[in-house]
């Protein structure tokens, strides 16, 4: 059985939201400074020594948490239906990431989206057998 690489990249991005029918204080228009952790798991090296360069899945988290940087979340096409929790937002970004980053040869592993310094959700998906 051969070994397996995880890259991760650590980004951020600030973004108001709502929840909508929570029973709590959160149900009024807040602001976070989330912090995104990407994991990208690749079994095999390219020719250079590389699972995939770091900017590149930089690159590629920045091109989706661009599109929620400094928004109302609740205002946006994803979460028009889905609730703007932290477990939904860090859902999307991953299976945006894996849309942009999956070759066959590296995948997404998972996303860890951070509301706060001591609160966070990691989204990941199993592989299908």
Known sequence: MGGCY???VITDFAAAHWLR???GDCSRLHGHNWKVEV???ARTLDGIG???DFKAIRRETRAVTD???HRCLNELTPFADANPTAENIAAYIYRELAQRLDDGRVR????TLWETDRACVRYTEEDEP
């Open 6 to 8: 995880t890259l991760k």
């Open 50 to 52: 590389m699972g995939l």
């Open 21 to 23: 029918d929570y029973p």
């Open 108 to 111: 997404v592993a998972a996303v």
């Open 67 to 69: 599109d929620l940087d």
């Open 39 to 41: 994991e990208v798991e």
